[in-house]
C-alpha cells in the first residue's frame, strides 16, 4: 500500500466481529464470580474466616463489575467491526462503479487516438 492508502478488509473484520460474538468465556466467567460472590461458610470456624469469606465475595463483585465493562468493550468491537465491514462492502462497490466509468472513458479516448485519420469515433458525454 502506498503513503495514506486504507486496506479495506471486510473478511478480516467479519472474522473479528464473529469471534468476539462467538466467546462464550465472559460467559463462564461471570457465572464462577456469581457462585463465587454468593458462597456462604466457605471459610466455616476458621479464625478470620468471616473476614476472609467478606473480602472474597468484595473482590468477586469487583470482577464481576469489571467483567461487565469488558463485556461492553466486546459488544462495542463486535459491533465496530460488523460496520466497518459494510462500510468496506460500501466502499468497494463504489470504486468498482468508479473503475468501470473509468474504463468506458479510457476505451473511448483510444478509439479516438485509434481512428483511421486521427480523430473521429462516437462523441459521448462523459461526467
Same mark, same amino acid.
Given at each position: $500500500? /502506498?503513503? !495514506? @492508502?486504507?486496506?479495506?478488509? *471486510?473478511?478480516?473484520?467479519?472474522?473479528?466481529? %464473529? +469471534?468476539?460474538?462467538?466467546?462464550?468465556?465472559? #460467559? =463462564?466467567?461471570?457465572?464462577?464470580?456469581? !457462585?463465587?460472590?454468593?458462597?456462604?461458610?466457605?471459610?466455616? %470456624?476458621? *479464625?478470620?474466616? +468471616?473476614? =476472609?469469606? !467478606?473480602?472474597?465475595?468484595?473482590?468477586?463483585? &469487583? $470482577?464481576? %463489575?469489571?467483567?461487565? /465493562? =469488558? #463485556?461492553? &468493550?466486546?459488544?462495542?468491537?463486535?459491533?465496530? =467491526?460488523?460496520?466497518?465491514?459494510?462500510?468496506?462492502?460500501? &466502499? @468497494?462497490?463504489? +470504486?468498482?462503479?468508479?473503475? /468501470?466509468? +473509468?474504463?468506458?472513458?479510457?476505451?473511448?479516448?483510444?478509439?479516438? $487516438?485509434? %481512428?483511421?485519420?486521427?480523430? #473521429?469515433?462516437?462523441?459521448?458525454?462523459?461526467?
Amino acid at each position: $500500500m /502506498a503513503g !495514506g @492508502d486504507v486496506d479495506l478488509n *471486510p473478511d478480516g473484520m467479519r472474522e473479528a466481529e %464473529s +469471534a468476539a460474538g462467538g466467546s462464550g468465556e465472559l #460467559g =463462564a466467567m461471570r457465572e464462577k464470580f456469581i !457462585g463465587i460472590a454468593s458462597a456462604r461458610g466457605l471459610f466455616g %470456624s476458621v *479464625p478470620g474466616g +468471616a473476614e =476472609a469469606e !467478606g473480602a472474597l465475595e468484595s473482590a468477586a463483585r &469487583t $470482577m464481576l %463489575s469489571e467483567l461487565e /465493562a =469488558a #463485556g461492553l &468493550t466486546v459488544g462495542d468491537i463486535q459491533s465496530s =467491526a460488523g460496520e466497518a465491514a459494510g462500510i468496506a462492502d460500501e &466502499t @468497494d462497490a463504489a +470504486a468498482g462503479q468508479r473503475l /468501470a466509468g +473509468a474504463q468506458e472513458a479510457v476505451g473511448y479516448f483510444d478509439g479516438l $487516438m485509434n %481512428s483511421g485519420e486521427g480523430g #473521429g469515433g462516437e462523441f459521448r458525454e462523459l461526467y
